[in-house]
């Protein structure tokens, strides 16, 4: 590990709670440590109070969550964090909230996945394994076209929201790992190149939609940069 002082990484978490858990996880297996004080510092607001960003952008009707979560990202500045994280991608349509309400810098695991996929396989076509507000409010269109990418979607959305419900409750409920692994084969049947698992409850299943083809979780790319970030390797 560097000898410089590691910087303090702010989690806006608890959406879900185990996805949360699943992000610090694999930021304590990212680093090689020899004592405890080499791993990366986190400070996690797991508020399972968010509102729920299915019924705000899918169903209709919810409350919106920016209030809470533009909250959660000063209450973590004002504890010391000196970078912000959210391990939720759906909850990204409102990281303008976000980053209105804190002066440190917002890693947006969004655009951080789409300049991973440009760097590894330009111009490919993406399938996007996410829930159906991914789809419903375009928010990898930007960055993956932006990259020269060509966005693709499983045809039946309604089932990966099924299997999101479903792992919520289980990671090992396996009729959600049967609806996941259906829309990342019918993805791949419209040209995919890539599966891109952008969602973190999916994440919880990323070795078995790997089992079909070439993956980029987008949880693992935001463990990466916020190591990078705590490090200070992102410089280097």
């Known amino acids: 590990m560097s000898a410089r002082p590691l910087r303090t990484v702010g989690v806006l978490g608890g959406m879900g709670p185990e996805a949360t858990v699943m992000f610090m996880r694999r930021v304590i297996a990212a680093v090689q440590a020899g004592e405890d004080s080499d791993h990366i510092p986190l400070l996690v607001d797991n508020n399972t109070q968010v509102p729920s960003r299915i019924k705000a952008l899918v169903e209709g009707g919810g409350a919106d969550p920016g209030p809470v979560l533009s909250a959660m990202a000063m209450r973590l500045q004002a504890a010391g964090a000196e970078a912000l994280v959210m391990p939720c991608n759906t909850a990204h349509n409102y990281s303008g909230s976000i980053t209105e309400a804190a002066s440190i810098p917002f890693l947006s695991m969004v655009e951080l996945t789409a300049e991973k996929i440009a760097r590894e396989a330009p111009g490919a076509g993406v399938g996007i394994i996410a829930s159906p507000a991914v789809k419903l409010t375009e928010l990898f269109e930007r960055p993956l076209r932006a990259h020269e990418l060509r966005p693709i979607y499983p045809t039946d959305q309604d089932a990966l929201l099924t299997a999101i419900k479903a792992l919520k409750v289980s990671a090992g409920d396996r009729q959600a790992l049967a609806l996941t692994l259906a829309g ?46 705590s490090t200070g390797a992102e410089n280097q």
């Open 184 to 229: 990342a084969l019918d993805a791949l049947g419209q040209g995919a190149d890539v599966l891109l698992v952008g969602c973190s409850e999916f994440s919880l299943i990323t070795r078995e939609i790997a089992a079909l083809g070439r993956v980029v979780d987008s949880l693992d790319v935001l463990v990466a940069e916020a190591v990078a970030f």
